[in-house]
């Protein structure tokens, strides 16, 4: 048998769904929920706890507790995909804007990255990315890759607005079959918390990334900004 606070949560849940209490809105107090559903106020704020950790309640000192957009559930760390096939696959319609590309040298931390030399030349590609009709169309992810210039000449000359990077790879022959990312949580540096309309003190989770061709080639470099407010992210692992 359920515990009476998942109760009281799977019940909450089905008034955000069918928009007694809707996205923005405040939700009753915890003595007046405690009243209404007949437990205890213990009993209610562990079921408001639990809303909270899910993303679906956002609890505000003074003010009361309010229904928010629960986070978007990002696949990018269990596989070899662009965020553009990630999208198409949940029927999300994904929004471009390209900040930055242009050619440079490398640097010691990409020509590391890319196992190259800090005198040769990327592309360096900046993208920030939202989903449509979704928190209010803010950005979900701020992302720089770096290319080898001499491995795909002609980048620097395509618009990513609407194209997939990995589907230009995979029309050269240099499809990503293999990745290495690592996540942290970051306060990220200024342009990046302008760029994703948050505050320069709220957290991000960063994600950085080799893909290797199948001939075990690394053919790009990403830093990836998610706001750590509105992401989460799913890892498989197959034994």
């Excluded at 209490?21 to 559903?37: D, H, Q, S």
């Excluded at 999208?87 to 242009?102: A, E, F």
């Amino acid at each position: 048998m359920q515990a009476r606070y998942v109760q009281i949560a799977e019940e909450l849940r089905g008034r955000i769904a069918d928009g007694r209490y809707p996205l923005g809105g405040r939700i009753p107090t915890e003595n007046e929920l405690a009243e209404g559903m007949g437990v205890s106020r213990p009993t209610v704020r562990q079921a408001l706890d639990m809303l909270a950790r899910e993303g679906r309640l956002v609890r505000v000192k003074g003010s009361g507790t309010f229904v928010s957009q629960p986070k978007l559930v990002h696949e990018s760390t269990s596989f070899v995909t662009g965020y553009r096939e990630e999208s198409r696959k949940k029927n999300r319609v994904l929004r471009t804007k390209v900040v930055c590309l242009q050619t440079e040298k490398a640097g010691e931390r990409v020509g590391d990255a890319l196992k190259i030399s800090p005198g040769e030349t990327v592309t360096r590609l900046v993208r920030i990315r939202n989903l449509e009709n979704l928190y209010s169309n803010a950005p979900v992810v701020y992302t720089t890759l770096y290319v080898p210039l001499k491995l795909f000449p002609e980048m620097p000359q395509l618009d990513f607005t609407d194209a997939s990077f990995y589907e230009a790879l995979d029309t050269r022959g240099l499809s990503v079959v293999h990745a290495s990312r690592k996540l942290e949580v970051v306060i990220p540096p200024a342009e990046v918390a302008a760029g994703l309309g948050i505050t320069p003190f709220e957290p991000a989770a960063f994600i950085s990334s080799r893909g290797y061709t199948q001939g075990g080639q690394v053919i790009e470099y990403t830093e990836s900004y998610y706001p750590a407010s509105r992401s989460s992210f799913r890892i498989e692992i197959n034994r």
